[in-house]
């Protein structure tokens, strides 16, 4: 196809609720921006929670605003693994039957029974970029890295609509086998499966 598209490495972050903000930082809480992101309307925060797991923690772990409907921790498998969490890979916002853990913020703490997983790689595509590629909402694709360890990741899910720009998403783990930094190019090599 050849279709190029700039990575953007996601590092572990936690997205929280309105009511999981207030629990953690007390009444009235709100996000403070840190800096923008690549996709609309979403930013690093100023705040950061601890996260237990069974086997540790991770202190000063970033939220990502504005808040959403439902909490949820994404870490790498390695991440998951150091906090002894059988993550499973899961498309952002699938959440059902997902492991939980315990965060922890300055005024209190929110035991999650779900909402921790190993996000599905994927590119963010705005509606008339997909038009460009030839691609639609939840479309498959493969993508080639480049550079000094050259990779095929397959079954890449595309992520159209309005609140998207061109990004590939994927977490340390993938970043780091095949050399990965961002904003450096890939490209898509096949078209939808």
């Not at 309307?41 to 705040?47: D, S, Y």
């Not at 949820?72 to 390695?78: A, G, I, L």
């Not at 993550?87 to 952002?92: I, N, T």
């Not at 992520?159 to 490209?187: I, K, W, Y």
Request: with cysteine; proline share 6%.
């Amino acid at each position: 196809m050849g279709y190029r598209v700039k990575v953007g490495t996601s590092n572990k972050h936690v997205h929280l609720t309105e009511s999981d903000l207030e629990a953690l930082f007390g009444p009235g809480a709100e996000l403070t921006p840190y800096k923008g992101l690549v996709q609309p309307g979403q930013f690093a925060c100023e705040e950061k929670v601890d996260i237990t797991g069974p086997k540790g923690v991770f202190k000063g772990i970033r939220i990502i605003g504005p808040t959403r409907p439902r909490t949820q921790v994404e870490f790498s498998m390695t991440d998951a693994r150091v906090l002894g969490i059988d993550a499973p890979v899961r498309e952002s916002g699938k959440l059902d039957g997902t492991p939980g853990v315990k965060l922890t913020g300055p005024a209190g703490e929110v035991d999650l029974e779900e909402g921790v997983i190993v996000a599905l790689r994927h590119i963010h595509l705005s509606p008339s970029e997909a038009l460009d590629a030839g691609l639609n909402d939840k479309d498959l694709v493969d993508v080639q890295t480049f550079g000094t360890r050259p990779l095929i990741f397959q079954d890449v899910l595309i992520r159209s609509g309005d609140a998207h720009l061109c990004e590939f998403h994927v977490d340390t783990d993938e970043a780091n086998a095949g050399g990965l930094s961002s904003g450096q190019e890939v490209e898509i090599i096949s078209g939808p499966k």
